[in-house]
């Protein structure tokens, strides 16, 4: 099966620009994660769907973020105004919550983002 | 809010060497434990989980929870170089989807 696609793959902007950064998970995943993982820590969730309800945003920071997922599938990140320490890569991982399996996430291969 | 510490390493094993990572963990109604394997510029890929107290051993890996202790481990036998890698520990509470990841232990195998 097709794994969970990300673009870009990479970005660099200058800061107090805006960037989107675009998620489609494995086909019938219900869940959508979006990480942020700066260099040398583990990732930090942002945030995650349930199709295309929030479960939790508690982490994200709504002054300048923000994240959807209209249709309960893909799922976009932005991000503005940018700031330096939004350096980072931003993974994107989906899930499947029935089964044996319901607690493994897939990552995609993560988009890395260099404001200047 | 949930912690999860993890050593940041590096941890340096010879080829062939058991590799012992460690967590430990705040939070005690957590229940589902997960180690990830992370190499450098790629996205984490899960290597197991555990739920129940005690040994759960896949292959050449092992991961040993003591929720009493709040730690979990991980034990790589014949370790290889291409084991060279982050390895991050995740947790979950209980009721609660919502994982929280520590920042990894880097492991280096060396020939």
């Known amino acids: 099966e097709a794994g969970v696609a990300q673009s870009p793959r990479y970005k660099i902007i200058e800061k107090r620009q805006s960037v989107a950064f675009w998620c489609n998970p494995i086909s019938g995943h219900a869940t959508l994660y979006w990480y942020q993982q700066i260099l040398g820590q583990g990732p930090k969730l942002l945030i995650q769907?349930?199709?295309?309800?929030?479960?939790?945003d508690s982490q994200l920071p709504k002054d300048r973020f923000s994240a959807e997922r209209l249709k309960g599938v893909d799922s976009t990140l932005k991000i503005q105004p940018a700031k330096l320490e939004d350096s980072a890569v931003y993974l994107c991982a989906s899930s499947d919550l029935s089964g044996a399996n319901y607690n493994e996430q897939f990552f995609g291969p993560g988009t890395r983002l260099t404001v200047l | 809010q949930k912690e999860v510490e993890q050593n940041s390493g590096p941890l340096s094993v010879p080829e062939g060497a058991i590799a012992s990572l460690n967590c430990t963990y705040s939070d005690r109604g957590s229940q589902s434990f997960f180690w990830y394997r992370q190499y450098s510029g790629k996205s984490p890929e899960l290597i197991m989980f555990i739920y129940s107290n005690g040994d759960k051993e896949d292959g050449r890996f092992t991961a040993q929870l003591n929720k009493a202790s709040q730690y979990v481990s991980l034990l790589i036998r014949d370790s290889q170089p291409s084991d060279s890698a982050t390895y991050l520990c995740a947790v979950k509470g209980g009721g609660s989807y919502i994982p929280t990841f520590g920042r990894g232990t880097s492991l280096i195998v060396h020939p």
């Open positions: 769907f349930q199709n295309n309800g929030v479960v939790d």
